[in-house]
């Protein structure tokens, strides 16, 4: 049973490595997906405000992870 929990957290951890990189870029997506269906947001302009908030969300996690 151990083995197969390690097994488990193991193929967890290739796709969720960092948990608030990943909870950050869903909450992204939902506010965004949210903001274009519901307020009328230009999907061009949800966009290019994902892009953004990826690529923010991304310099943030590498800059923490320099910092351990």
């Known amino acids: 049973m151990t083995i197969l929990r390690i097994a488990l957290s193991e193929l967890i951890g290739m796709f969720i490595d960092d948990g608030?990189?990943?909870?950050?870029?869903?909450?992204?997506?939902?506010v965004i997906a949210g903001a274009v269906e519901f307020l009328a947001?230009?999907?061009?302009a949800g966009g290019l405000l994902l892009l953004a908030g990826c690529l923010a969300i991304l310099l943030y996690s590498v800059r923490?992870?320099?910092k351990r």
């Open 20 to 30: 608030s990189l990943a909870t950050l870029c869903l909450i992204l997506i939902l």
């Open 64 to 66: 923490r992870a320099v």
């Open 41 to 44: 947001m230009p999907p061009l």
